[in-house]
């Protein structure tokens, strides 16, 4: 009976690894088309033999380190410019916009009406612009298309003066950053999840591990600040820098979880903020 088993047992598993590998087969199949596929979305050309282009012809994300210059500086900089332009006679058709959007319509392929359809706007630096509506009603497809998730299919979006389709996704990502409505963290420090994907700068004494310099610590602990999550010593939620938040973020609240993401997009000094109901 006992030799019986172990033969049964020992076929069964031969089975077993048979269906394993005609599911990795099968997937594979996929994920080699997944590999050969041309994205909707591309980067302009751009001149052969530089460092970025070879970048960019790789699909390399390169990194936006964060500035010196703080978020809450930047803004009210940008807010009195605006404010002062105003103030000294200008005009909003004087001031250059930061985005403008000129009749621009997007068409999902499945869909017989556009999701947008002809939008005109213009946001200035220092605006804060609410874009209310019923669900399903266009407000996110119109921040994925200032992104560029989407091209528009009529009409043109504007970066500063630039056409949002002659600009490449890096040069977007130094200028745009998005807060989604369910933030994504990761099991790292608090610090790692703010400063997520930006190189290390510096080496730890001690372990001769790469680390983060002071400067770019203090410019997380200068984002959360300003969101409301306190990681000074002794602070009421026990949070450090180097306090770990576990898969998911789970061993924060929902709102801390969200601070933690808008401390990120902050730390970049973005000259765009968009955030995708973060209530």
Sequence with gaps: MFYTNFVLESSNEVGDQWAKIQSAVGASTSVFDLIRRIPAIRDPPKPKGSLKAEAVAHNVIVPVAPKKLTSE????????????????GQ???QLKPVIEMK????????????????????????????????????????????????????????????KMTDMSRLDIAKQVSVVEQEPSLFPMSLLDNVLYGVDKDSVDPQTGEPCYSE??????????RLCG?????????????????????????????QRTAIARALVRSPEVLLLDEPT
Excluded at 73 to 88: D, E, F, R, V
Excluded at 215 to 224: D, F, I
Excluded at 237 to 247: C, F, M, P, Q, S
């Design 73 to 88: 500086q930047k803004s009210t900089i940008n807010a009195l410019n605006g404010y002062n332009a105003l103030k000294n």
């Design 215 to 224: 400067e770019y610590r203090q410019a997380a602990y200068e984002s959360l």
């Design 103 to 162: 009749n621009t319509t997007v068409t999902y392929g499945a869909m017989a009406k556009p999701a947008l359809d002809s939008v005109n706007l213009k946001i200035y630096p220092g605006d804060r612009v609410a874009v209310v509506g019923r669900s399903g009603s266009g407000k996110s497809t119109m921040l994925r298309t200032i992104l560029r998730f989407y091209d528009p299919s009529s009409g043109a979006i504007y970066l500063g003066e630039r």
């Design 229 to 257: 999550l306190p990681v000074q010593p002794g602070n009421d939620l026990a949070l450090e820098l180097d306090t770990r938040v576990g898969e998911g973020g789970r061993t924060l609240s929902g709102g801390q979880r």
């Design 91 to 93: 005009n909003e058709e």
